[in-house]
């Protein structure tokens, strides 16, 4: 089964950084699509970023200009820098890794919480 562990969440004060991580226990390139979703309490679970198996990323309306997606081949790691966070950002944020072709297959990791307070 695939794996996609997280790690670099924490508590942060408002208008300071994170970089989390994404090491799935495949290759990224086994995917069509690695992205980080977040969720936080009351709310439905919302795309924050993806990057694709050619490196075209996508931004949600909300971080854009804030984070970046990212991904070092050598390592296997997806990362995504958060930049400027406010307390609207504090939630779970989950890696996703999906394959669209020959046949759809979808896989999520337990998440990582991030909390923006002072």
């Known amino acids: 089964q695939v794996q996609l562990v997280e790690s670099g969440g924490g508590l942060v004060q408002p208008g300071g950084s994170l970089r989390l991580s994404c090491a799935p226990s495949?290759?990224?390139?086994?995917?069509?699509?690695v992205g980080w979703y977040r969720q936080a309490p009351g709310k439905q679970r919302e795309l924050v970023a993806l990057?694709?198996?050619?490196?075209?990323?996508n931004y949600a309306d909300f971080v854009k200009g804030r984070f970046t997606i990212s991904r070092d081949n050598a390592k296997n790691t997806v990362y995504l820098r958060m930049n400027s966070l406010t307390p609207e950002d504090t939630a779970v944020y989950l890696c996703?890794?999906?394959?669209?072709?020959?046949?759809?297959?979808?896989?999520w990791g337990q998440g990582t919480q991030v909390t923006v307070s002072s």
């Open positions: 996703n890794a999906l394959v669209t072709v020959p046949g759809r297959r979808e896989f």
């Open positions: 495949e290759s990224i390139f086994s995917f069509n699509y």
């Open positions: 990057i694709a198996s050619d490196g075209l990323t």
